[in-house]
């Protein structure tokens, strides 16, 4: 079944590991994003990519990194996790073209010791 | 700058009652404008879009260019409906395809 996919669901961590928030879609798309959200804020888009090895950041600063070399995997990763990098992290993907619906994943809720 | 404003964080109303969510924006272009919702425990997903014009689970919801305004609105709310309501707005032209949130406002219909 087409989907997208995110894991872990929840992580809790301390200050200084590295860590790797996975994303997976089989839908078939080119377009894959990653949002951060803070509680009772709006999402922010923090990377996005058009397809494999293409990586842009995006509106939001973020310290986490985000590599394409696969057309379905998407992963987001903090080298030194700090407790301002607690948030919810969603992943999303569309397909080519400008008026491609987003298709969300169900999040990583990240909290940082 | 570019910017969605959802002004109210809860809107509770009984069921059988009209419902309408605000949502404005901040745009000197043709946006596209978006309602996306979060059911309690799912993900979230689009619910409508003002290019489609259609009416899905009975709400609605009108592109007004003078007044920067895209509000949701359903006649009779259910309680089915209750839920987190994202408006969000792409810009025009672009190739990436991103999307600009507001902040959401919770719905809860109460029996």
């Known amino acids: 079944e087409a989907d997208i996919y995110q894991t872990p669901r929840y992580l809790v961590i301390g200050t200084g590991k590295k860590i790797t928030l996975e994303c997976s879609q089989t839908?078939?798309?080119?377009?894959m994003y990653w949002y951060q959200q803070d509680p009772g804020m709006e999402l922010h888009l923090i990377h996005y990519s058009y397809g494999v090895n293409s990586t842009e950041k995006g509106d939001l600063s973020s310290e986490s990194t985000v590599s394409r070399i696969r057309t379905e995997h998407f992963p987001l990763t903090l080298e030194s996790a700090r407790p301002s990098h607690t948030s919810q992290y969603l992943c999303?993907?569309?397909?080519?073209?400008?008026?491609?619906?987003?298709?969300f994943g169900p999040g990583t809720r990240l909290t940082v010791l | 700058a570019q910017r969605v404003t959802q002004p109210e964080k809860l809107l509770s109303v009984f069921k059988g009652a009209p419902v309408e969510l605000k949502c404005n924006y901040s745009y000197s272009g043709s946006p596209e404008l978006f309602w996306y919702v979060q059911y309690s425990r799912q993900r979230l997903q689009l619910l409508l879009r003002h290019i489609s014009r259609e009416s899905i689970k009975g709400f609605t919801a009108d592109l007004n260019k003078g007044e920067t305004s895209f509000h949701l609105k359903k006649p009779f709310a259910q309680e089915e409906d209750s839920a987190m309501y994202y408006c969000a707005l792409r810009p025009s032209g672009g190739a990436t395809n991103k999307l600009i949130f507001g902040t959401g406002t919770l719905l809860a219909v109460q029996p």
């Open positions: 999303a993907s569309s397909e080519s073209g400008t008026a491609g619906t987003q298709y």
């Open positions: 839908m078939g798309h080119d377009k």
